[in-house]
């Protein structure tokens, strides 16, 4: 079965520290894997994606993620926490398998809080 | 930004009503996706298309039904909306890779 999993509800930071938002998937073929944010009242805004090659994929708003294989994780990253960071992140994988191929799986969320 | 619309942003209606929610894309993508979201939660997919004429129920079940008659149109309709539908409604489109959201409709059934 494919999934997704967020294991923190929420992660507080400090402005200028760094943060890290979990996420670790399970999906039967190669994954596809990729993070959104979503503000209040808002849609899901693309961040960035893992399709192959390097492990370490830059994204938006100075945002970047790790693809671990070996440990089936693909954690969101950035050096320097903003307070306009504070949102709710999700992390998905597109599944692997060609019959499910345009099925996404979403984690059920983290919220973000960066404090001044 | 992406190119997909969502009308209305917000709706509150009264129970027993008819609702339709619109969805429309520019992008030219052949698969749509709606989702049901209550605040700051997780996404159930609700219903999906591959296409023009293919639609297909997504992991949630749901009342609610889909058409797709025009591969930049997915609207979503309530027969008779109850109160246990208020929630936000979100739909998305996607190309090879990763999916594109609308803003969402906050629906609210009284």
């Known amino acids: 079965a494919q999934s997704v999993a967020q294991p923190e509800d929420q992660v507080n930071v400090a402005e200028g520290n760094p943060l890290t938002v979990k996420c670790t998937y399970s999906v039967s073929g190669n994954p596809y894997l990729f993070w959104y944010v979503q503000y209040p009242n808002r849609g899901l805004q693309f961040l960035l994606k893992y399709i192959t090659g390097d492990n370490l994929v830059k994204g938006s708003y100075g945002f970047e993620a790790e693809f671990n294989k070996s440990q089936t994780s693909f954690h969101l990253k950035k050096p320097s926490a903003l307070v306009s960071d504070s949102a709710l992140y999700f992390c998905?994988?597109?599944?692997?398998?060609?019959?499910?191929?345009?099925?996404?799986?979403f984690g059920s969320g983290t919220k973000l809080n960066v404090k001044p | 930004e992406a190119d997909i619309y969502q009308t209305p942003r917000y709706l509150v209606i009264g129970t027993g009503k008819k609702i339709t929610l619109e969805c429309s894309q520019t992008m030219g993508h052949d698969k749509m996706y709606w989702y049901q979201q209550d605040p700051g939660m997780e996404l159930h997919l609700i219903h999906y298309?591959?296409?023009?004429?293919?639609?297909e129920k997504g992991d949630l079940s749901s009342e609610s039904t889909v058409s797709r008659i025009r591969t930049e149109h997915f609207p979503l309709t309530l027969e008779s909306a109850r109160p246990s539908h208020t929630s936000q409604y979100l739909c998305?489109?996607?190309?090879?890779?990763?999916?594109?959201f609308g803003p969402g409709t906050r629906l609210t059934v009284t």
């Open positions: 998305a489109s996607s190309d090879f890779y990763e999916q594109y």
């Open positions: 998905a994988v597109r599944d692997g398998e060609v019959v499910n191929f345009n099925k996404f799986y």
């Open positions: 298309s591959y296409g023009v004429n293919s639609t």
